[in-house]
């Protein structure tokens, strides 16, 4: 009875050490302020992710036959920094909190919504078509700047933001030339495009023939 007796206790302290052990594991993945995936969640899934796709698209040797790119979209919130300048750090936080939601209603659960850093969120649709880009950047587009968010107190904030966005495979026919870190620059890239095109709108890459061309 005795053995029995601590050989239970032990599974239970075992249960509870897995449990506090996944806890952690959890924290360490996620954004404290907005509760989104943080970049080590990416780091670790994304390179499943990349062959499944590039698999997917091109084991059949003659195209996709389902949808199976992935998309990465940076989002940059506008003049940020106005923000916290004009109405406090707490403020700011709530607007990122704010756009951490207003970004999960875009996506599909099946997707990856990442703080990227700062003021900048990474989206990433899972089992996309390429041709997507513009359609899903225009509905984080209008997701943000459709309705003011509310501070505390009831008042009204307009808040923008600029997206770039770039396809995995960049070019189909070479889809081993760019790694989703480089998707990731070019999309950076795309970014700065549509700050310098005014803000409030987006810019991507897109194929074209075996090249790639601006889509803005």
């Not at 499943?48 to 091109?58: I, K, N, Q, S, W």
């Not at 199976?68 to 940059?76: A, G, I, N, R």
Request: hydrophobic residues 45%.
């Amino acid at each position: 009875r005795m053995v029995e007796a601590r050989t239970a206790a032990l599974a239970t302290a075992n249960a509870e050490l897995a449990q506090a052990h996944r806890a952690v594991e959890e924290a360490s993945l996620t954004d404290p302020l907005t509760g989104l995936h943080n970049r080590r969640f990416l780091w670790r899934h994304v390179d499943a992710d990349v062959a499944l796709a590039l698999r997917g698209r091109y084991e059949a040797g003659d195209g996709p036959r389902e949808p199976c790119d992935l998309l990465f979209f940076l989002v940059d919130v506008d003049h940020f920094k106005r923000i916290n300048d004009q109405h406090g750090h707490a403020v700011g936080d709530l607007v990122l909190v704010e756009m951490g939601r207003r970004l999960r209603s875009v996506f599909r659960e099946s997707d990856h919504v990442v703080r990227w850093g700062g003021e900048e969120f990474l989206g990433v649709a899972r089992g996309a078509h390429r041709e997507d880009g513009p359609r899903v950047a225009e509905r984080i587009r209008q997701a943000v700047a459709g309705a003011p968010f509310v501070l505390p107190g009831g008042q009204p904030l307009a808040v923008r933001c600029s997206i770039g966005f770039a396809a995995l495979p960049l070019v189909a026919v070479h889809r081993h030339a760019f790694g989703w870190e480089d998707t990731v620059a070019i999309a950076d890239e795309a970014l700065y495009e549509a700050k310098a095109a005014g803000r409030d709108g987006w810019a991507g890459f897109e194929e074209s023939g075996e090249g790639i061309d601006w889509a803005t």
